[in-house]
Nanobody, 118 residues
Framework: QVQLVESGGGLVQPGGSLRLSCAASGRISRINVMDWYRQAPGKERELVATITSGGTTNYADSVKGRFTISSDNAKVYLQMNSLKPEDTAVYYC??????????????WGKGTLVTVSS
């Protein structure tokens, strides 16, 4: 099992910045992909950013140029700049073991709320 704990959410004004953190523990040696997802009220959960064990990153079009995903040891971060009201959501950390046939085993954190409002 893998346990994930997110932190860093809060209330920020439009144009501001936040840095989310996700600490992983447990059987993390099998993890080869970590993601940040978000779910806004009334909407489906969406993928925001991905980082692989090799350091490859990918971003949703809506956050490219504003968000940066990074990792360090057993932590993954999401630096969010130029925040917009539409970034308001609960942000979830996901850790996964992705196999060669593309199947994956996912582990989820409980989420951290980000509210962008003046």
């Amino acid at each position: 099992q893998v346990q994930l704990v997110e932190s860093g959410g809060g209330l920020v004004q439009p144009g501001g910045s936040l840095r989310l953190s996700c600490a992983a523990s447990g059987r993390i040696s099998r993890i080869n992909v970590m993601d940040w997802y978000r779910q806004a009220p009334g909407k489906e959960r969406e993928l925001v950013a991905t980082i692989t064990s090799g350091g490859t990153t990918n971003y949703a079009d809506s956050v490219k140029g504003r968000f940066t995903i990074s990792s360090d040891n057993a932590k993954v971060y999401l630096q969010m700049n130029s925040l917009k009201p539409e970034d308001t959501a609960v942000y979830y950390c996901n850790a996964a073991t992705v196999y060669s046939d593309a199947t994956r085993v996912n582990y989820w954190g409980k989420g951290t709320l980000v509210t962008v409002s003046s």
